[in-house]
T-cell receptor, first 111, second 116 residues
Framework: QKEVEQDPGPLSVPEGAIVSLNCTYS??????FMWYRQYSRKGPELLMYTYSSGNKEDGRFTAQVDKSSKYISLFIRDSQPSDSATYLC???????????FGSGTQLTVLP | GAGVSQTPSNKVTEKGKYVELRCDPISGHTALYWYRQSLGQGPEFLIY????????DSGLPNDRFFAVRPEGSVSTLKIQRTERGDSAVYLCASSTQPAGVVNEQFFGPGTRLTVL
């Protein structure tokens, strides 16, 4: 079983919809939680990161971490066609060095 | 400014051959990482450099894989006796800070390696 599980999708939503992306993990040592966005044939780019449980908001994006359930989420409000990409959750331990990624969720926002 | 660059963008080789993949990190970034991303999967950690030294090479799958960063800037990932299972996108990332602090890892576009 992988340390980080992520529903691969694909997920297709109409423009303006609220999108919910999720990951579960098994390693209690994970302390930093990140969401990356990856466009086709490009490297991942960091969207948001959180440390410990709670919510963090940045514009249309909200990241949630529930360490007791080992569950993290990314919400995208008012989704746009330009949000169409693969979203990767990533985690690291206290060293915050090597990242452990989920398998990615492919999102398509239809105009 | 320039981001992380990787060359070549694509590499096709035959089983058993030797390949080198190059990464130019963002200027001034002391930390450099290599990841491997197979089709439909997330990146998997291979090795991490802090300066010239490999601080963590626990992700290298076997001794056919080796990486260097002799001057603390450019890094080369070397794969000997390539196998078809080595086919993947090899991603390089760099960051400004060492371990212990969340630091954004800036990724390059990757080198797509195909072993025939």
């Amino acid at each position: 079983q992988k340390e980080v599980e992520q529903d691969p999708g694909p997920l297709s939503v109409p423009e303006g919809a609220i999108v919910s992306l999720n990951c579960t993990y098994s390693n209690s040592a994970f302390q930093y939680f990140m969401w990356y966005r990856q466009y086709s044939r490009k490297g991942p780019e960091l969207l948001m990161y959180t440390y410990s449980s709670g919510n963090k908001e940045d514009g249309r994006f909200t990241a949630q971490v529930d360490k007791s359930s080992k569950y993290i989420s990314l919400f995208i409000r008012d989704s746009q066609p330009s949000d169409s990409a693969t979203y990767l959750c990533a985690m690291s331990g206290a060293s915050a060095r090597q990242l452990t990624f989920g398998s990615g969720t492919q999102l398509t926002v239809l105009p | 400014g320039a981001g992380v660059s990787q060359t070549p963008s694509n590499k096709v080789t035959e089983k058993g051959k030797y390949v080198e993949l190059r990464c130019d990190p963002i200027s001034g970034h002391t930390a450099l990482y290599w990841y491997r991303q197979s089709l439909g999967q997330g990146p998997e950690f291979l090795i991490y450099f802090q300066g010239t030294g490999a601080a963590d090479d626990s992700g290298l799958p076997n001794d056919r894989f080796f990486a260097v960063r002799p001057e603390g800037s450019v890094s080369t990932l070397k794969i000997q006796r390539t196998e078809r299972g080595d086919s993947a996108v090899y991603l390089c990332a760099s960051s400004t800070q060492p371990a212990g602090v969340v630091n954004e890892q800036f990724f390059g576009p990757g080198t797509r390696l195909t072993v025939l």
